[in-house]
């Protein structure tokens, strides 16, 4: 059974926008299933994974050209960008909007090659694994903290209880493990891995040996929802400082994690500069690091670490799959103030943080006060052009209700993302 994916229509909107649409993403994530479901009965289909189409279009581009003509998805397109001059000689002849639909995995491989042969031609969408919402069938929009969006979305979303919630942490986001006769759990998260690290990692330049990539993934694992310091990581992993940078830069790349960077203004001089880490799919960070069930990961030590990361993944999606960046960043300084996440728009941050309690209380958001400084400018003698506005906050908890913390603050159930 399909499920709808909320990033439909920013897909057919790229279609109608560019000649090219390129939707990337980690593997396993549904690409190929989302495009096959938009398309219609006149477009072509051919993956490069067929060994006999790849050596077609690797040794005569020419040729595929004319086999494979547009209305077209392309699957895999990173095992042959020899096409690529081809499609753009095709688009600049044609004029025509979304004729090439092309899908790939490998985005560290991919991405230089595409943007450099068809610079101006391609509009890119980037596809994560299910979110809750796409997985209850409901409605998705970018997360706020505005009370009149909170308020529409109470009597429209569906109350999830934290035995749910932890279920769908251990699960994860991969739409093969919610068909009506799923893989068993650990045989598909040990074939993924088997197959990202021979297929996506191997033939890296910087990653010589699998074993001690899949040793630093454990590792990176272990710090989700954590600041990166890499010499930390790098004397875990037994690699230097840079090797680990490096290798973070893969699993990013790859759609396995994502970097939140510090909040900076030059007002708060006292703030980190580490990138906050965050495992998009939980389900994996999970298998890397034994869990064995729902129920002792939510009874662990690193239960809170989890609930944070799938509550970013869940924001973040939401603006992934509307086609827009996340404004996502976060706030913690040498007095170990923290704010777990930061919404930047339009000249407005709105602070969020994230508790794996019923009932959290006011001192959650205590913290928030740490930004004061940079909307009471003028008592500090700084520069007007560093004043910011602070907006509506949240507590995203497993409370039962949308309840106010206080007149600027919600607390934020979990299930209303």
């Not at 609930?307 to 960043?329: L, M, Q, R, T």
Request: net charge neutral.
């Amino acid at each position: 059974m399909y499920i709808k994916r909320a990033i439909e229509n920013t897909i057919i909107r790229i279609s109608k926008t560019f000649p090219v649409l390129m939707v990337t993403g980690p593997r396993q994530v549904g690409k190929t299933t989302l495009l096959k479901q938009l398309a219609d009965e006149s477009r072509k289909y051919v993956t490069l994974d067929d060994p006999d189409a790849r050596n077609m279009a690797i040794n005569d581009p020419a040729l595929f050209m004319q086999r494979y003509t547009p209305p077209v998805l392309i699957d895999e397109i990173q095992y042959a960008p020899q096409i690529l001059p081809y499609i753009k000689m095709s688009v600049d002849s044609s004029g025509e909007m979304g004729g090439f639909w092309l899908t790939g995995s490998q985005a560290f491989h991919m991405m230089k090659n595409v943007s450099e042969s068809l610079a101006g031609r391609v509009g890119i969408a980037n596809l994560l694994g299910l979110s809750t919402n796409e997985v209850n069938s409901q409605f998705s929009e970018p997360f706020t903290t505005s009370p009149e969006r909170l308020m529409s979305r109470i009597s429209n979303v569906r109350k999830i209880r934290l035995n749910e919630i932890y279920e769908n942490i251990f699960l994860g986001s991969f739409p093969a493990l919610y068909r009506e006769n799923p893989p068993d759990l650990v045989e598909f998260y040990r074939s993924y891995i088997n197959t990202y690290l021979q297929r996506d990692i191997k033939d890296l330049s910087q990653v010589a040996d699998e074993t001690t990539f899949y040793n630093f993934m454990i590792i990176a694992a272990a710090r989700t929802a954590r600041p990166v310091v890499y010499e930390e990581l790098a004397k875990d992993a037994g690699i230097s400082a840079p090797t680990a940078k490096k290798w973070m830069s893969i699993l990013v790349s790859s759609g396995l994690v994502a970097l939140v960077q510090p909040y900076h203004n030059n007002v708060l001089k006292r703030s980190t500069k580490m990138p906050l880490m965050h495992f998009l799919d939980t389900g994996l960070c999970a298998y890397l690091l034994k869990w064995g069930n729902p129920e002792t990961l939510e009874r662990g030590a690193m239960s809170g670490a989890f609930f944070e990361s799938w509550v970013f993944s869940e924001i973040y999606k939401s603006y992934i799959n509307a086609g827009k960046d996340a404004p996502a960043y976060y706030y913690r300084d040498k007095d170990k103030r923290e704010i777990d996440l930061l919404l930047y728009e339009s000249g407005t941050l709105y602070p969020i943080e994230i508790k794996k309690s019923a009932s959290p209380g006011k001192d959650a958001i205590k913290h928030f006060k740490a930004l004061a400084p940079i909307a009471e400018l003028e008592q500090f003698g700084a520069l007007e052009q560093y004043k910011t506005e602070i907006g509506n906050g949240a507590v995203i908890c497993m409370a039962s209700d949308l309840l106010p913390a206080d007149e600027q603050n919600w607390f934020v159930p979990a299930w209303m993302i």
